[in-house]
């Protein structure tokens, strides 16, 4: 069993910072990209930043410069530092991952954490 944990949402005002974190557990034997997409009312799921394997990392053009991610593979977790945080940053935030369980590739999600930009 897999599964992804995630910490680190809350209550912010503008312009201030936060720091996400996801750690995989369970039967891993790697794990490929991993990742942060937010979800806010009315509006689909889009990605926020991700990182690959071997380091390829894109954000969405509205966090550039702003946010950035990370990834410590010896402890299987992703980070995303946000910084200058604007009020449209909120939304509840979902760790991916793609994991490799007995060579066979899946897709797994974190529970989502809110995060609440205030004006």
Do not use: H
Not at 68 to 97: F, H, W
């Amino acid at each position: 069993q897999v599964q992804l944990v995630e910490s680190g949402g809350g209550l912010v005002q503008a312009g201030g910072s936060l720091r996400l974190s996801c750690a995989a557990s369970g039967s891993i034997f790697s794990i490929g990209t991993m990742g942060w997409y937010r979800q806010t009312p009315g509006k689909q799921r889009e990605l926020v930043a991700a990182t690959t394997r071997l380091g390829r990392i894109n954000y969405a053009d509205s966090v550039k410069g702003r946010f950035t991610i990370s990834r410590d593979s010896a402890k299987n977790t992703v980070y995303l530092q946000m910084n200058s945080l604007k009020p449209e940053d909120t939304g509840v935030y979902y760790c991916y991952a793609e994991i490799y369980v007995e060579l066979v590739r899946q897709a797994y999600w974190g529970q989502g954490t809110q995060v609440t930009v205030s004006s």
